[in-house]
Each structure stands twice: as C-alpha cells, then as structure tokens.
C-alpha cells in the first residue's frame, strides 16, 4: 500500500482540481439560470426551467456517461464532440449541480420580501442595478446554506469520474486494488480522505454563514 | 424504432424492475432506519446523542459510491460476503437512512413547545405525548421530503451498476456493449427513463410541501 502513494496523491490532487472546477462551473451555471428564470423573456423562462427541471432529476451519472459515450456517435457532428473523459466527467458534473444551484438560487431571490424591490425601484434603480446591489446580495445569503450543501454534494459525486477511467482519488485507488489486492484497508483509508475534506467543507460554510449573519 | 433496439427492450425491462426493486427495498430500510434513528435522537440526553450524530455524519459524509465498493469488495477480505444486489441495497439504505433519521428528528423538533407543554398538562406521560400528540403532527411535515428521499435513492441506484447489478443502469451498458450502435439511443432512452420517474415524484414533493404548509 505505501507503494501506491504517489499514485494516490496524484488522485487526489485531480479530485480536487475537478471539484473546485466543478463547484465554480456549476455556482456559474445556477446563477446564469437563476438570472434566466427570472427574467422578463418568456422563452428564456421555459428554456431555463427545462435545462434546470431534465438535469436536476437525472442521474449525474447517466449523463457522465451520456456525454462521454453517446454525444460522439450523434450523425454529422459527433466527432466534434469527442471529449476527454476528464472534461466530460466534469461537464456532466457542472451539469447536475448547476442545475440543482439555479433552483436554490432562484428559491433565494423569491424568498427576497417583495417591499426591497419596489424600494430599491422607488429609487430610480435600473432592474439590473436592483438585482446587483439589493437582491442578489440577500438571496445568496439566503441561499447559503443550501448552496453549501450542493458544494459538498459535487465533492462527494467527483468519485463517479472514476466510472469513464478517470484517476481521481478514487479511481487511483480502485487502479492499485487491482494491482495488490488489499481493498477493504484501502477503502477505509480513502473513505475517511473524503471524510475529512467532506468535514472541512461544513466547517467553512458554516463558517460563511455566521459571517453573513454578522454583517447583516 | 430499429430491430436491435426491440430485442434490447425485455432486457431493460427486466432491468427497470431491478432498478424499482432496489430502490423500494432501500427506502423501506431507510425509513424503517431513519424513524428508529430519528425518534431516538429527540429522546435521549446530549451526551447519548452524540455517537449517533457520528454515525450520521459518517453515512451521509462519505461518498455512497466508497461506501458500496466497501461492502462490496472490502468486506469479503474481513470474512462476510455480501451479494450484490445486497451491497447495493445495505449502501443505499445506509445513506438514505441517515438522510431519513435527520427528516424524522427536524419534524419532530419542529413542533411547537406549546404542544408538549399542554400535553404535559393535560397529564400525558412522556411517550403518550410523543406518540398521540407530536408524532401525528410530525407526519405530515415528514412527507415531502420523503417523497424527495425516494427519487434521490432511484437516482442513485445507478450506481449499483457499477458493482454489477443489473438495474436499468447496467442492462443499457449490457446491451451497448453488444451492439455499440445502441449507444446513442439507448443512453437516451436512460434519461428519457429516470426524467419520467423522477420529475413526477420531485414534482408530488413540492406540490405536498406547498399544500401542507
């Protein structure tokens, strides 16, 4: 086991660069579709609740493997969208967290009470201006504690990467399983990595969310 | 529809019911579970809750992927084999219940003092106030998540495929693997499956949630 190590650490270095590319990816995507369902374009509505609806109630990983496998055998244009499994894990990823993000964000905006809109109105804010400076900054503060919950949800998924052969902690570790046969140890061992970082990241949201408490 | 997709579809069939199966026995464990579990951490003193909080926090921390490849292939090597169909369903009601335990005590702290206070009143013995006055009242705020509870344990029994059950999951990979034609539509098919048994239950979620508030 001491010799899979540096084959580990590798893991888990790419177990982090997919979560934080996914956290940041999916935090784009639920604030750009949030941003959609609110709008005043009825079609930007519907498309945004169809994206948010299809990919928040499927399986994060039918569609890693929709991705990886299917889209390059689409006719015509399927070769163009021949991915690599590390960037297809990591979509499929964005995909299913973005989605469950623009309905937690968009709940957050609801949950704004109406009288801070038509004040900020009231004062010749542009709409833009009073989703920037009013709205947004209370629905994210609403919204934090679910959006922590989704960030530890995404960690805890970037172990399906490893179902396309991609090495993250996970798949390293399965690989040296296969090579040396010591699985229920190793398991444990990465079990409780994911544990403590699973750990850390409650501890930081928590973290978060007493700061913006205090700010109010 | 083409004639390879006809002679894959008794399979995934056969798969969809595998994929129901799994999940029904999951949540019937998970419930079970988080009611025995939940009930019990709004009794008892602090200091007893504590290694139950631990055991939560362990079940549902832990990705339900490391914790199936444990029961797996881990637990052969310390002397208890488990099938696995079984390891699929112990994982997943593993992580459901700790999910179901935290449903049942919030519902449960949720009810207003009051309650217990005019129980107490009125004489009513510890668990006569838990179960003829707090409980029925928990019930109805304890149904749309678990409503919810049960598309997230569909969701992810997708991941029993990995370990080699053949739910819908692995019966689409069966039938790729044989003819890789398939690929497109079958992975299609996938989605198109999980959306329509999901949605509507996300949907009887908050739709219960609004009527009951």
Known sequence: MRDAAPQLARGFVLTLEIAA??????????????????????????AATAFTELFRN??????????????????????ALRLPSVVAATIGLILHQGAINVEILRAGL????????????????SRFDQLRYVLVPQAVRISLPA?????????????????????DLFGAANDTIAQ???????????????????????????????????AR | MNASFATALPSLLRGLATTFGIASAAMLLAVAAGFAVGILRSQVPRLLDLPLLAAIEFARGIPLLVLMYFLFFGLPQLGMRASSNGA??????????SLGS????????????????AAAALGLGRLQTLFLIVLPQALRRMLPPFVGLFALIVESSTLASLIGVTELLQSVRTNIERDNALSLPLYTTALVAYFAINYPISLASQRLEKSLS
């Open chain 1, 21 to 46: 590319a996914g956290t940041a990816g999916a935090l784009v995507v639920g604030a750009l579709g949030a941003a959609l369902r609110v709008s005043q374009s009825r079609p930007a509505r519907v």
């Open chain 2, 102 to 117: 935290e449903i049942v005590r919030g519902a449960i702290v949720s009810i207003a003092a009051g309650q217990r206070e």
């Open chain 1, 110 to 125: 609801e949950a704004v009470p109406a009288g801070q809109r038509e004040a900020a109105s009231a004062l010749g804010l």
């Open chain 1, 58 to 79: 499927t399986p994060p990983l039918v569609q890693i493997y929709f991705l990886f496998f299917a889209l390059p055998e689409i006719p015509g244009i399927g070769p």
């Open chain 1, 180 to 214: 040396i046969l010591v699985s229920a140890e190793l398991f444990i061992t990465v079990g409780i990595v994911y544990l403590v970082c699973v750990g850390l990241l409650g501890a930081l949201f928590r973290a978060l969310e007493k700061r913006a408490a205090l």
């Open chain 1, 147 to 167: 959006l922590g919950n989704n960030v530890i949800s995404l960690f805890k998924n970037t172990v399906l990467v490893s179902s396309i052969g991609v090495l």
């Open chain 2, 88 to 97: 699929a369903v112990a994982a997943l009601a593993i992580y459901a219940g």
